[in-house]
């Protein structure tokens, strides 16, 4: 059998609509990972959905204990067909986000996957129940292909946590290394650059969130009365803020900064447009950084976001001057930025600016990563993609927003690499979640010519990544 005849035949499966009925009964599970009373639920997918999807297949499975979440542990499937194949790990979570029940539209339920159109509604559907089950089921595609084969060495991690923060996955990777060695990993999640446009993206930017603070005294005080006699912290902060961010939404404190965008990045991130992206809300095109275009700003550039801002009473204003004001802020960041030390840079600043009285706490973060697209593995897969899906796939250094990838890329060391099988305007996090039929489709087709390709030259695949990799080494 060729590379064709097998995405021939997955074809042939998802237009059966077994795909469908598959997803359908996973959409069905209420896996919402931010309730407490949905354990036996997240345990039930990864029982009665995953395992034995897995155990057909001929893997092994193993039930890792989650130090930090014990409720939340995860799942690894383990098929080793000989130890010289290349191994190739992949992940998926089967949590999701609160359901929001009430506020999907009449006719739609996030517990019931419903087709209009082109989309398949439910909740998980793009988030991520959906995307890891196109690459299962090319994982079966080639199985059967193969007689019972696929020609290299697979492991599948699965996680029930993402939504609440992925707690204990880092740790499990750094605890277990040996059990999650690989040589080169693929997954899906997020979304496209948008519907019409196969996109591989090679990770993330980071993000790490900071409450800044100013507590001036106890209690609110009248301001008829001590107006004009007592600091207002709402005023103080907002002022504190704008000398962080200014009024066109760019970054001011110099040490946050990245370095400059590498010519490589630049050339890539030149083919494409998020001005015609085609879904989402209108773009301003003249916010952010100056001198960059908007695809730049979101792919190559940090932004420092409010993401929200409190003092006094909002609901009931009083004539008051408050006591304190609070305001959560992100940084979304691009590799090369000094984020660990954010703390230390916003302090500096803002004493610099005369707002000493600024309490900076920082509540939590991830790095970002980038695997090198220069890297041969990069090619392969845009070449694979494109040949399958006859388009010309996206390619993006990074996704904009943020995924667990730095525990694959930095803890596990491996190259990463990401299909996704959504599109911006899926619903993801809202009511109204969806799937695109079309992209489902597409997605399985192009993820069984991946893996039918990593079966026929994962040897010499992996072998011209090392050789880049110590070329590239030698040369720094």
């Given at each position: 059998m060729t590379g064709e005849q097998a995405v021939a035949q997955a074809t042939k499966y998802f237009d059966s609509g077994e795909f469908k009925q598959v997803l359908a009964r996973r959409v069905a599970i209420r896996s919402e990972s931010q309730r407490e009373d949905r354990d036996s639920e997240l345990q039930r997918y990864l029982a009665d959905e995953l395992t034995?999807?897995?155990?057909?297949?001929?893997?092994?499975?193993?039930?890792?204990?989650?130090?930090?979440?014990?409720?939340?542990?995860?799942?690894?499937?383990?098929?080793?067909?000989?130890?010289?194949?290349?191994?190739?790990?992949?992940?998926?979570?089967?949590?999701?986000?609160?359901?929001?029940?009430?506020?999907?539209?009449?006719?739609?339920?996030?517990w019931e996957l419903k087709e209009e159109g082109d989309r398949w509604y439910g909740r998980g559907s793009a988030d991520n129940k959906g995307q890891h089950s196109v690459n299962i089921a090319a994982l079966e595609q080639i199985f059967a292909a193969r007689s019972g084969s696929l020609g290299f060495n697979c492991k599948f991690l699965f996680e029930i946590g993402e939504e609440i923060g992925s707690p204990g996955l880092a740790q499990i990777c750094r605890d277990h290394q040996e059990l999650l060695s690989a040589d080169i990993f693929i997954a899906s999640d997020g979304p496209r650059l948008n519907a019409d446009s196969p996109t591989l993206f090679l990770g993330s930017r980071g993000a790490v969130n900071v409450r800044l603070s100013i507590n001036a005294r106890d209690r609110d005080y009248h301001s008829g009365n001590w107006g004009g006699l007592l600091s207002n912290p709402g005023t103080q902060l907002a002022n504190a803020v704008a000398c962080l961010v200014n009024q066109h939404g760019q970054l001011q404190v110099s040490a946050l900064k990245p370095p400059a965008i590498s010519a490589d990045v630049r050339a890539i991130l030149s083919e494409i447009d998020v001005m015609t992206s085609g879904s989402g809300p209108q773009i301003d095109p003249q916010w952010g950084e100056a001198g960059l275009t908007p695809t730049e700003r979101l792919y190559g550039w940090n932004t420092l976001e409010v993401l929200s801002f409190l003092t006094g009473n909002p609901a009931r204003p009083m004539n008051a001057i408050p006591g304190n004001a609070t305001a959560v802020c992100q940084l979304r960041f691009v590799v090369?930025?000094?984020?660990?030390?954010?703390?230390?840079?916003?302090?500096?600043?803002?004493?610099?600016?005369?707002?000493?009285?600024?309490?900076?706490?920082?509540?939590?973060?991830?790095?970002?990563?980038?695997?090198?697209?220069?890297?041969?593995?990069?090619?392969?897969?845009?070449?694979?993609?494109?040949?399958?899906?006859?388009?010309?796939?996206?390619?993006?250094?990074?996704?904009?927003?943020?995924?667990?990838?730095?525990?694959?890329?930095?803890?596990?060391?491996?190259?990463?690499?990401?299909?996704?099988h959504s599109y911006p305007a899926c619903g993801q996090h809202a009511v109204d979640e969806h799937m695109l039929k079309?992209?489902?489709?597409?997605?399985?087709?192009?993820?069984?010519?991946?893996?039918?390709?990593?079966?026929e030259q994962g040897e010499q695949l992996l072998a011209s990544h090392r050789n880049y990799q110590q070329q590239k080494g030698a040369k720094q």
């Amino acid at each position: 059998m060729t590379g064709e005849q097998a995405v021939a035949q997955a074809t042939k499966y998802f237009d059966s609509g077994e795909f469908k009925q598959v997803l359908a009964r996973r959409v069905a599970i209420r896996s919402e990972s931010q309730r407490e009373d949905r354990d036996s639920e997240l345990q039930r997918y990864l029982a009665d959905e995953l395992t034995p999807a897995m155990q057909a297949l001929g893997f092994t499975l193993t039930q890792i204990d989650n130090p930090q979440a014990p409720l939340r542990p995860f799942l690894l499937a383990t098929r080793i067909e000989q130890a010289e194949l290349p191994t190739l790990l992949c992940y998926g979570h089967g949590d999701v986000v609160f359901g929001d029940d009430e506020n999907w539209r009449e006719g739609l339920t996030p517990w019931e996957l419903k087709e209009e159109g082109d989309r398949w509604y439910g909740r998980g559907s793009a988030d991520n129940k959906g995307q890891h089950s196109v690459n299962i089921a090319a994982l079966e595609q080639i199985f059967a292909a193969r007689s019972g084969s696929l020609g290299f060495n697979c492991k599948f991690l699965f996680e029930i946590g993402e939504e609440i923060g992925s707690p204990g996955l880092a740790q499990i990777c750094r605890d277990h290394q040996e059990l999650l060695s690989a040589d080169i990993f693929i997954a899906s999640d997020g979304p496209r650059l948008n519907a019409d446009s196969p996109t591989l993206f090679l990770g993330s930017r980071g993000a790490v969130n900071v409450r800044l603070s100013i507590n001036a005294r106890d209690r609110d005080y009248h301001s008829g009365n001590w107006g004009g006699l007592l600091s207002n912290p709402g005023t103080q902060l907002a002022n504190a803020v704008a000398c962080l961010v200014n009024q066109h939404g760019q970054l001011q404190v110099s040490a946050l900064k990245p370095p400059a965008i590498s010519a490589d990045v630049r050339a890539i991130l030149s083919e494409i447009d998020v001005m015609t992206s085609g879904s989402g809300p209108q773009i301003d095109p003249q916010w952010g950084e100056a001198g960059l275009t908007p695809t730049e700003r979101l792919y190559g550039w940090n932004t420092l976001e409010v993401l929200s801002f409190l003092t006094g009473n909002p609901a009931r204003p009083m004539n008051a001057i408050p006591g304190n004001a609070t305001a959560v802020c992100q940084l979304r960041f691009v590799v090369g930025t000094d984020w660990e030390n954010i703390e230390q840079h916003l302090r500096h600043h803002l004493q610099e600016h005369g707002f000493s009285q600024v309490e900076v706490t920082v509540l939590r973060g991830s790095p970002a990563t980038r695997l090198d697209p220069r890297d041969p593995l990069v090619g392969w897969a845009l070449e694979a993609m494109q040949q399958t899906s006859g388009k010309k796939p996206a390619l993006l250094p990074n996704l904009g927003g943020s995924l667990p990838n730095d525990v694959f890329a930095n803890i596990l060391g491996l190259p990463t690499l990401w299909v996704p099988h959504s599109y911006p305007a899926c619903g993801q996090h809202a009511v109204d979640e969806h799937m695109l039929k079309s992209i489902a489709r597409e997605g399985l087709q192009i993820m069984t010519r991946l893996l039918w390709d990593l079966g026929e030259q994962g040897e010499q695949l992996l072998a011209s990544h090392r050789n880049y990799q110590q070329q590239k080494g030698a040369k720094q």
